[in-house]
């Protein structure tokens, strides 16, 4: 699978922007707060061990580990799979494909087209599918919570950074010139929950739903597929089915007029 490094390069851009910023006009080491960091980022993932269970936050490693995976399908290459094992089916009978599905990666290709082989009903194809992709959802989407939940909390505890920073210095009051030293502190909480809200955990639920989204866009493409050969629907029919899913920016391409002209003197 391909690698997304763009996540990267907007992170670093960002985390740029800010330093830059900071620096053009003040001191860098004057934003840098041990505990203002301690009490957004560990009180935010406290919350976090409230509110979901350990098994599901043990994931957020591998969850992050897909941010960087290219979230752009491979339709064209779906498509013309099915495609394939279509026109061997109708040329070769079903029981042909079988010897295929032992080197087919998607889990849920094979799946479908192994319960086609032994002949079940298209009905209960479609409902097993179904709770399949539903279980697929619901696993992806987990991730998802997590970050969108991490991105309400930590604006939150940097408030509670904040509150606990203005109720120390509003104690010290005897001394003026701690005054703004204080109230700068006691902002950073602030700063730092947004910070991380906004540039970091935010923008990771967004791309995982991204992910989620188009995985399943794809599932919707296999069930259609998988009914089709069952049915024993025409190749090039399956073909614009197939591409009728997609939305109107993506175009998936022959991978050649050789093999296109194969279809066409099939379908003769």
Same mark, same amino acid.
């Given at each position: ?9 907007? *992170? +670093?851009? $960002?985390?740029? =922007? %800010?330093?830059?910023?900071?620096? &053009?006009?003040?001191? #860098?080491?004057? *934003? +840098?707060? $041990?505990?203002? =960091? %301690?009490?957004?980022?560990?009180? &935010?993932?406290?919350? #976090? ?7 599901? =936050? ?211």
């Amino acid at each position: 699978m391909k690698k997304n490094i763009v996540p990267i390069i907007g *992170f +670093v851009l $960002g985390v740029g =922007l %800010i330093v830059w910023s900071i620096t &053009s006009s003040g001191n #860098l080491t004057s *934003f +840098v707060d $041990g505990p203002s =960091l %301690i009490i957004t980022l560990g009180g &935010s993932f406290s919350a #976090l061990l409230i509110s979901y269970p350990l098994k599901t =936050l043990k994931k957020i490693p591998s969850v992050i580990k897909n941010l960087f995976m290219d979230p752009n399908k491979d339709y064209a290459k779906l498509i013309d799979l099915f495609a394939e094992y279509s026109r061997k089916a109708r040329s070769q009978g079903i029981l042909s494909i079988e010897g295929d599905l032992k080197e087919e990666e998607n889990e849920l290709v094979v799946i479908g087209l192994q319960m086609v082989i032994d002949g079940m009903d298209p009905e209960n194809i479609q409902e097993i599918m179904d709770i399949k992709i539903d279980n697929i959802e619901k696993r992806h989407r987990e991730g998802q919570e997590i970050f969108f939940k991490w991105g309400e909390l930590a604006p939150a505890f940097g408030m509670i950074g904040t509150l606990i920073g203005l109720i120390i210095m509003l104690g010290e009051l005897d001394d003026p010139s701690a005054i703004g030293v204080g109230m700068a502190t006691a902002l950073l909480t602030t700063l730092y929950g947004s910070f991380m809200a906004n540039l970091v955990f935010l923008p990771i639920a967004t791309n995982l739903k991204l992910q989620t989204d188009k995985e399943m866009q794809m599932c919707d493409m296999i069930v259609e597929g998988v009914l089709s050969i069952q049915s024993g629907q025409n190749p090039r029919i399956i073909e614009q089915k197939l591409k009728s899913y997609l939305p109107n920016n993506e175009k998936v391409k022959e991978k050649g007029s050789a093999k296109a002209g194969q279809i066409q003197r099939e379908e003769q």
